[in-house]
């Protein structure tokens, strides 16, 4: 039996059929674990299952908040100043640097993901194995469509969310290079979901435990996977003019996917020892006064004052008032205080807010608690989702009329006036609904990939992230990075956009 997969990890090889990596890989072969650990294939898919959920919300997306003008920080914590800072700054792509813990527990765990859920899939389909979980119940067929969703959203997030990589779909792989795009990664992420969704459609005795404590039905499994299709497609475009050369066949792939995504806000109740919504966790907790401690930016409060007399910039002297909105929403999900909390004037009084969170706040601080609710995927980013795909076919009085629905959030529950079907004002209405409506909620790079294909970064700040500096010295490859002031529009390796050009939300510093 060969068994190779030769990729630069620095946390997992799995190595030919002498050893794999499991537990301790001095002690047990491919058919000694097997023979030895019984529910293997079981236990694998289940790991890649969990780490896919839990990476997908993890801490380290707090970064992308950051540089989305979501959320303000002066605290060095995980390098967050850095993030927040303007002008924008370089990404340091060194492996002793703080921040690069968000790219490390995105290629790390996602990675993983796909070494554990390929193995997983050999065993099904190549060694024709029969796949039982610990209480010895055929649990094949559940495994392999498990092993499908990982593959396809790990993928796909690594494609959104790093310029390239490496696509692994076989054991005997072997390869230091990494020659696959960000486009070729999110194409064969949403391959792997249409492979979960067809599988799953046909198999009458679906059953999905592979998260702790939760099990998930057939219904909602669909939909969720058609949900994250949507989102991993829409996030592809590094700016504007590509999201534009896209073209109509790929916005109404966008819009197919999102017509069977969720049809209600699909959260999950915390279980002990199980998944909580940890970006979430970090966005919500609260300092000792009350103030936020990964606070909204004041990008929140500017796009929702109707006065208009919010700044863009925190002033270098006195307190904002708090604002006054058109949208209950605003009032239900962000709180007002006079409290800078922890925040530094030393490190840039034009990053203050006073402003927090409340929306998904838990009482005891964290959603790591039993029956906290942990938002996975808001049924309103499904209209958001359809309507900017018909933005971008230029249908936009189709846009316009889904955004106006009576039931959609902005009308229901904000009261607002109906968006006018122009490019301009769909654009707007879009960005603020992102910025208000998703906010934490929609993950690890939402609202930051809306921005991102509608040049509203801040100037200078990094589209993508590089590949971590460990990896690119195992594959003996040039270290490289993207972002800062003087980069402004800089292209990658495929002449995309790796740095944003200078007309976002507001003007450069």
Not at 167 to 193: C, M, Q, W
Not at 472 to 494: P, R
Request: aromatic content about 12%; overall charge neutral.
């Amino acid at each position: 039996m060969k068994q190779t997969v030769y990729i630069v990890l620095s946390i997992a090889l799995l190595a030919s059929c002498k050893k794999l990596n499991f537990d301790d890989p001095t002690t047990l072969t491919n058919d000694e674990a097997l023979i030895k650990v019984p529910d293997l294939g079981y236990r694998l898919a289940t790991s890649s299952v969990q780490s896919t959920f839990s990476t997908s919300t993890s801490s380290a997306g707090t970064h992308f908040s950051l540089l989305a003008d979501q959320t303000t920080n002066t605290n060095g914590n995980s390098s967050w100043w850095d993030f927040a800072n303007e002008p924008r700054l370089r990404l340091n792509n060194n492996a002793s640097y703080r921040g690069a813990v968000t790219w490390n527990t995105f290629y790390n765990n996602f990675y993983q993901v796909n070494l554990d859920a390929t193995i997983t899939l050999d065993y099904i389909e190549n060694q024709k194995l029969v796949i039982k979980d610990n209480q010895g119940n055929d649990r094949t067929k559940d495994c392999q469509i498990a092993a499908y969703f990982a593959k396809g959203v790990s993928q796909g997030y690594l494609g959104v969310i790093f310029d390239r990589g490496i696509i692994v779909d076989a054991t005997n792989l072997s390869t230091r290079s990494f020659p696959n795009s960000y486009k070729e990664l999110i194409t064969n992420g949403v391959a792997h979901l249409d492979k979960a969704i067809q599988l799953a459609s046909e198999h009458n005795e679906f059953k999905f435990d592979f998260l702790s404590g939760i099990t998930i039905n057939k219904t909602t499994f669909i939909q969720v996977a058609n949900s994250l299709a949507a989102r991993i497609l829409s996030s592809q475009a590094r700016d504007k003019a590509e999201a534009a050369a896209l073209g109509n066949d790929f916005w109404n792939r966008v819009y197919n996917y999102a017509s069977k995504g969720v049809t209600s806000d699909y959260t999950i109740k915390t279980v002990t020892g199980g998944y909580y919504n940890q970006l979430v966790t970090n966005l919500v907790q609260r300092n000792a006064d009350g103030s936020g401690w990964l606070a909204p930016d004041l990008k929140v409060a500017y796009l929702a004052d109707k006065t208009g007399n919010t700044p863009k910039f925190y002033p270098s002297t006195g307190i904002l008032p708090a604002i006054t909105s058109d949208d209950p929403r605003f009032y239900e999900y962000f709180g007002y205080t006079a409290s800078f909390g922890i925040m530094l004037e030393s490190r840039g009084r034009g990053l203050f807010t006073n402003y927090y969170r409340k929306r998904w706040f838990n009482t005891q601080n964290t959603l790591n608690v039993p029956e906290a609710v942990n938002p996975y995927f808001l049924s309103e980013e499904i209209r958001l989702l359809k309507a900017e795909a018909k933005f971008w076919q230029k249908d936009y009085d189709a846009a316009a009329a889904l955004l106006n629905e009576p039931n959609a959030s902005r009308i229901l529950k904000g009261k607002l006036s109906a968006v006018l079907a122009s490019e301009a004002d769909l654009r707007k209405a879009l960005h603020y609904e992102y910025a208000i409506e998703i906010d934490a909620a929609g993950g690890a790079f939402v609202p930051f990939t809306f921005m991102r294909r509608n040049n509203l970064l801040v100037g200078g700040t990094p589209t993508e992230y590089p590949i971590p500096q460990l990896q690119l010295e195992l594959a003996k490859t040039t270290i490289y990075t993207f972002g800062g002031k003087s980069f402004f529009g800089e292209k990658g390796a495929y002449g995309e956009v790796a740095t944003a050009p200078n007309e976002g939300w507001k003007a450069s510093e």
